[in-house]
């Protein structure tokens, strides 16, 4: 924990996405119901969907791809049109957020930050749209991640982009997708690729938790986006029936925590926020992968909320996106020609 810790009183956001925060805070508290349910309507509704697009937008060129059409597991490819195409790039997958139970790779939201992800790193961007809880309760979400790896290992998918280079293959997700990002890679170890290696992983902000409450949970109540009573109802809305919060995929550092000594797991790029309830449980996860054997690097934003990343406005917002680009380059370098 850092020195100064922060609280609420002192957090200076711009009055339209205070707005916006408490729009999307008003929205969640609506769709996700009292019974465990989710109004799928309301969201469709309100949702603001982007369509692929073979024409750039913005120097990047887009595609939907389905890996299963039994489960409606699919993939937003996202191709930046320099360098050339015969230019070899890396290739991120990515989880996005949203409590495995929101959000979507084709809302207007996460296409934007596919599109600029894509374009800050020089990289094809591979959005994974995953199964959703409480429909879908673990493991549905890690099945789909991995499964998402063996589709591509395999080169069957019709408009994926040729110079798309698969033994350089990075991890990453943001909240419940850098949960989702961490199972991923640990089944990814365990596995056999005839194409695809991971080189490393991108957690921004992960979605981790336990039965305690932490000291920043109980300092940051009521931040935005993710409030311990908004958390707490993902967590029993993702879980299977009967489990709690130190579940080994929730509090996967705590006394159920799998053995990933062994592992093959890639170095890590780990980002914090100083106005995050979820920061504690993130610590802990940094010393874990240490004492695991890990390599990590941490980097904290003092100043960032939760998903700061998404919201283009936050100074925090472009240093991520930068940390990101310089991460694949580094990672990408260390690879043998």
Excluded at 11 to 28: C, D, F, N, Y
Excluded at 73 to 99: C, K, M, N, Q, Y
Excluded at 119 to 134: C, D, E, G
Aim: net charge neutral; charged share 25%; glycine share 6%.
């Amino acid at each position: 924990m850092s020195e100064n810790p922060q609280t609420l009183n002192s957090l200076v956001l711009p009055w339209k996405l205070r707005l916006l925060l408490r729009m999307i805070s008003a929205i969640t508290n609506l769709a996700c119901r009292s019974d465990g349910t989710v109004n799928r309507r309301l969201l469709s509704f309100l949702d603001s969907k982007v369509p692929p697009s073979e024409i750039p937008v913005r120097g990047v060129k887009t595609a939907d791809i389905t890996v299963d059409p039994t489960r409606n597991l699919w993939f937003r490819v996202f191709t930046p049109t320099e360098p050339a195409d015969d230019v070899s790039l890396p290739v991120i997958v990515f989880f996005h957020g949203g409590g495995f139970a929101l959000q979507s790779v084709d809302n207007k939201g996460y296409d934007f930050i596919g599109r600029r992800m894509a374009l800050k790193a020089s990289a094809v961007v591979v959005s994974v749209n995953y199964r959703f809880s409480p429909e879908h309760r673990f493991p549905a979400q890690y099945d789909d991640g991995f499964d998402t790896l063996l589709f591509l290992d395999g080169r069957s998918c019709k408009g994926f982009p040729a110079n798309a280079d698969l033994s350089r293959c990075f991890i990453a997700g943001d909240s419940a997708g850098a949960n989702l990002a961490h199972q991923t890679v640990c089944r990814a170890a365990k596995a056999e690729f005839r194409n695809l290696r991971v080189i490393g992983l991108i957690s921004i902000q992960p979605f981790f938790g336990g039965e305690e409450r932490t000291e920043s949970e109980i300092r940051l109540r009521g931040a935005p986006l993710v409030p311990v009573e908004v958390t707490d109802w993902m967590w029993k809305a993702f879980l299977p029936e009967g489990s709690n919060r130190d579940h080994e995929v929730v509090n996967v550092s705590g006394p159920n925590a799998a053995d990933i000594s062994g592992l093959k797991y890639p170095t890590t790029l780990l980002l914090i926020g100083g106005f995050d309830p979820l920061q504690d449980w993130q610590r802990r996860y940094y010393e874990w992968l240490k004492r695991s054997g890990k390599e990590v690097e941490l980097i904290e934003y003092p100043n960032a909320i939760h998903a700061a990343y998404a919201f283009p406005e936050l100074p925090e917002s472009s240093l991520i996106f930068t940390e990101i680009k310089n991460f694949v380059a580094n990672q990408s370098r260390k690879m043998p020609n």
